[in-house]
C-alpha cells in the first residue's frame, strides 16, 4: 500500500502565498474587516458566558448593605 506524502507544508505555504497576493493589491481593509470581526466574536461570546453565568447565580449582583 503507497501513502501519500503530508501535504501540511504545501497547504501552509500556499495559504501564505493567498495571504501576500491579497494583501497586496491594497485589500489591507478587507483583512482589517476579518480581524475586527474576528475581535467582536469573541467578544460576543464573552458576554453571552457573562450572562449566562449571572442567570444560573453563579456571579449574582450582591445588594447593597441597607439598601
Given amino acids: 500500500m503507497h501513502f501519500a506524502a503530508p501535504v501540511g507544508p504545501v497547504l501552509s505555504g500556499t495559504l501564505r502565498a493567498l495571504d501576500r497576493a491579497l494583501l497586496a493589491g491594497g485589500r489591507r481593509n478587507?483583512?482589517?474587516?476579518?480581524?475586527?470581526d474576528r475581535r467582536?466574536?469573541?467578544?460576543?461570546?464573552?458576554?453571552?458566558?457573562?450572562l449566562r453565568a449571572v442567570a444560573d447565580g453563579a456571579a449574582?449582583?450582591?445588594?447593597?448593605?441597607?439598601?
Fill in 60 to 67: 449574582a449582583p450582591r445588594e447593597l448593605p441597607g439598601a
Fill in 40 to 50: 467582536r466574536a469573541f467578544d460576543r461570546s464573552e458576554a453571552e458566558r457573562a
Fill in 30 to 36: 478587507a483583512w482589517a474587516g476579518v480581524l475586527e
